[in-house]
């Protein structure tokens, strides 16, 4: 009897090809065909310098070592060149930056197909998807044949808790300074998750900082927030009555030239996220179970059940309604004054607070 594979959740990780790549990395048995997409530019980007230092001696990177650009590139011309014998070395490494396979022309797409069924064994060839999505086409069925069974396709997704909470401190520790768990939470929640954006925010904290550890306040006086925690933090605002730090907040958007579009759409989602937390308290629900439910990480949706703690459902369904109007002005409205609507948005939801 043939079990089925279960087909893949939407919010489900996949990360079984980055943890296959990174034993072989180091067990220095990495090589042969990639593609790495996704967007967690810093481990991909680690990955291909870890690529390189094992594959291609110190010296020898001129002869062995060739970056490529996918626009404009002819295959014929990728095919001699990994065919091309190493020199003083074992091994050649091409990497092919932003070049959509699928999308080329239908002769190169072919010989690329062709070329896949026989990679020497000394090249190491990667395609970076770099500004560009990884979109499989099925419909293309030599290709993706030849994909399945000869290259090894690896997304580079945002670090799960365990293993960033780590790798946040360790950068920590390197400037001579520790952070506890609930901090570095906080500093994903305000910065985000992804590890080069994360990078120059640690950097920045760790100079700034004075004590041996790091607080929320040093990471409230220098890092840069990503929109979602700044509004996060005035939905909370409004949530706790504290209209002059909502709208402070707001102001503070409105000064970076935030699209009020943009704002206006985050707002909306965390609104009804705000919503859903409400009716979870109502149902005697844990943080937990909501962030299960709703795919929310766990540390947002502690947060968020804090902050609907303060709130009143009918509130909450009301301000996700006003929100809703808005957008639809906003979007058919010629010459509607983005950010004195969202001023006045913010003046409805403190009334009706």
């Not at 059940?305 to 979007?331: G, H, S, T, Y």
Request: proline fraction near 4%; charge should be neutral; glycine fraction near 6%.
């Amino acid at each position: 009897m043939v079990t089925k594979a279960k087909p893949r959740k939407k919010n489900e990780r996949n990360d079984g090809p980055y943890k296959k790549l990174r034993a072989d990395l180091k067990a220095g048995t990495a090589g042969g065909v990639y593609i790495f997409h996704g967007e967690e530019t810093y481990l991909r980007q680690d990955s291909v310098a870890k690529l390189r230092a094992l594959l291609v001696p110190e010296g020898c990177e001129e002869f062995n070592y060739h970056p490529l650009e996918g626009k404009g590139l002819q295959v014929q011309a990728l095919v001699e060149m990994a065919e091309a014998m190493p020199m003083m070395a074992e091994n050649t490494l091409i990497t092919v930056t932003d070049c959509d396979i699928f999308k080329l022309p239908a002769d190169q797409r072919d010989r690329l197909t062709e070329f896949l069924n026989d990679v020497p064994p000394y090249c190491c060839l990667v395609f970076i998807y770099d500004t560009i999505p990884y979109k499989p086409n099925g419909s293309m069925r030599k290709l993706t044949a030849a994909i399945k069974k000869y290259v090894e396709v690896v997304e580079f997704l945002d670090s799960e808790d365990g293993p960033l909470l780590n790798w946040i401190r360790l950068h920590f520790q390197d400037m001579g300074k520790d952070i506890r768990r609930s901090e570095a939470q906080y500093l994903i929640f305000t910065c985000g998750r992804l590890m080069a954006g994360l990078l120059p925010e640690i950097e920045k904290i760790g100079a700034y900082a004075k004590g041996d550890f790091i607080t929320q306040e040093d990471i409230d006086a220098v890092a840069s927030p990503i929109l979602e925690a700044e509004l996060f933090k005035m939905i909370d605002a409004v949530a706790g009555r504290n209209w002059d730090q909502a709208a402070r907040l707001l102001g503070n958007l409105l000064a970076l030239k935030t699209e009020p579009v943009q704002i206006l759409y985050n707002l909306g989602m965390q609104l009804r996220q705000l919503w859903y937390a409400r009716i979870a308290l109502d149902r005697g629900w844990s943080s937990d179970k909501l962030a299960s439910v709703c795919g929310m990480h766990s540390y947002r949706a502690k947060l968020t059940m804090q902050a609907a703690r303060r709130a009143d459902p009918l509130w909450c369904r009301e301000a996700v309604r006003q929100c809703q109007i808005l957008d639809r002005r906003m979007k058919s409205e010629r010459g509607a004054d983005g950010n004195a609507e969202l001023k006045l948005l913010l003046a409805r939801l403190g009334v009706g607070r």
